[in-house]
């Protein structure tokens, strides 16, 4: 089955953007594995001049988008029932296991807002889960939606060339990834390690297992708390723990 994907948003010419190109873009186009659908959310104003925000209850600046028109929008669409997603600064954080759940779906409806956001009714009414992509705030979601849509796709099966890659990769089992190299052996007087060109697996492996430790430990203290709170209760030790 096609991993069915809808965006509504205010400017459906941003699409596919970044998803229109190498494997994601190759396997929509050419191979069918996913599908991309916009929605003109403009379309479903019932206004002559064809406005779809209103003024803040309660007053403020900006604008907000109304719940009317998100629900005709979203209410228009067919087909199975898939995870609605609402691309907002205030939402839960981005997550390898969200993704992995919005995966397994039928494919993801992407809600995309602008001005100070949606009507929390329509998002309430119709079951959106809220997304943030990152502590940061952006003019609109698209650029956000396009993180998540990836982020699902390239997990459907035969995307990707290898399904060997998504194994190691950061977050599968609470680690960052460790650090990348290739040929040249050396780069502005800076050499590939010598334990990679070892030739022994074993040290390998051991290598950058403590390489992913050490930069989830320095990097994302957060992830590592709990990396190394689960590796006791499996009752082992991460390497980068004090004795």
Not at 56 to 81: C, H, T
Not at 174 to 192: K, S
Request: charged letters at 25%.
């Amino acid at each position: 089955m096609t991993y069915a994907v809808t965006v509504l948003t205010m400017f459906p010419e941003a699409f596919p953007g970044p998803l229109g190109v190498s494997l994601i873009g190759t396997a929509w186009r050419e191979k069918g594995l996913w599908s991309l659908d916009t929605v003109d959310i403009r379309a479903f104003s019932n206004d002559t001049r064809g406005f779809l925000d209103d003024t803040p209850a309660g007053g403020g600046p900006g604008a907000v988008l109304k719940a009317d028109v998100v629900a005709r929008a979203v209410d228009s669409l067919s087909g199975p029932s898939r995870p609605l997603l609402y691309m907002s600064a205030r939402g839960r954080p981005l997550t390898q296991a969200r993704v992995k759940d919005w995966a397994k779906a039928d494919g993801v409806v992407v809600l995309c807002g602008r001005f100070e956001g949606v009507d929390q009714r329509v998002l309430d009414a119709r079951g959106f889960e809220e997304v943030a992509v990152g502590d940061a705030v952006l003019a609109g979601g698209e650029a956000a939606a396009m993180v998540a849509i990836e982020a699902c796709v390239r997990l459907i099966p035969g995307v990707l060339g290898s399904g060997e890659s998504l194994s190691s990769e950061s977050f599968e089992d609470g680690l960052l990834e460790h650090p990348q190299y290739t040929r040249p052996r050396t780069f502005e007087g800076r050499d590939i390690p010598e334990v990679l060109l070892s030739g022994d697996h074993q040290k390998v492996a051991r290598w950058r297992q403590e390489q992913r430790e050490t930069t989830t430990r320095e990097r994302r203290p957060d992830l590592w708390t709990t990396y190394s709170a689960n590796s006791q209760l499996k009752g082992g030790k991460a390497r980068g723990e004090d004795t």
